[in-house]
């Protein structure tokens, strides 16, 4: 497996924070320092670039530079690009990149979550004044059944007064039936005294004629 210093030769090198080519990697030397390490590269200095042309006259110098492993944003098959510390390395870039396309997402979902509470919020008023309709009604038939109950209670208390009213219709059909009784009787009575009593005063008068007595 190839080291990674190794992956850094022949290269070209591009600084982000200047925006330009400083060179081509030709050599490559590993350096640590207090423990931080450090990549000593030799390359070839760009001179003469005109026209995005390539050609061995460009390459007129070497020089080195010294740079940290966090200097450096990425290195693709071709180029090595510096950020100086300036760039966040292109890993992170990309997760950066990922986390804000997850806030988005998030963001989006978000939104969509409001939109729905916001729906339940209108389903949810409505339904508040559906049972404030309800409570409303139920006040009204709890005092229905509250009158309901009184009447009840008078219609009982009515219906104890019609019964002993009847029981007193029955008691005056039977005291009327004995006076009816008592009335048929003093009849009898009278009838039968005022017989006696004329059978009587006829049998005086026949005695004192000397006649027979009647049979009425």
Known sequence: ME???NQ????????????????????????????QYYFILR???????SRGEFHPGMFSSEK???????DIVNVGPDVI???DGKVPPLREIERLVHIAEEYNALVKELEKKEEEIK???????????????LERKVKRLEVIEDDFGHL???????EGQLEMAREYIKLLEGIRHDIDEIRNNITSLISGYIEEVMRKVVNEELNARGLKKTII
Do not use: C, R
């Open 3 to 5: 080291s990674p210093s």
């Open 119 to 133: 729906k339940l919020k209108e389903e949810n008023k409505e339904l508040q004044k559906i049972i404030e309709e």
């Open 43 to 49: 390359m070839k200095v760009f001179e003469n670039l």
């Open 64 to 70: 080195k530079i010294k740079i940290k492993p966090e």
């Open 8 to 35: 850094l030769v022949n290269k070209f090198v591009i600084s982000l924070p200047e925006g330009k080519i400083l060179g081509f990697v030709t050599d490559i030397n590993v350096e640590v320092s207090d423990n």
């Open 81 to 83: 690009i510096l950020g």
């Open 152 to 158: 009840k209670e008078q219609l009982l208390k009515q």
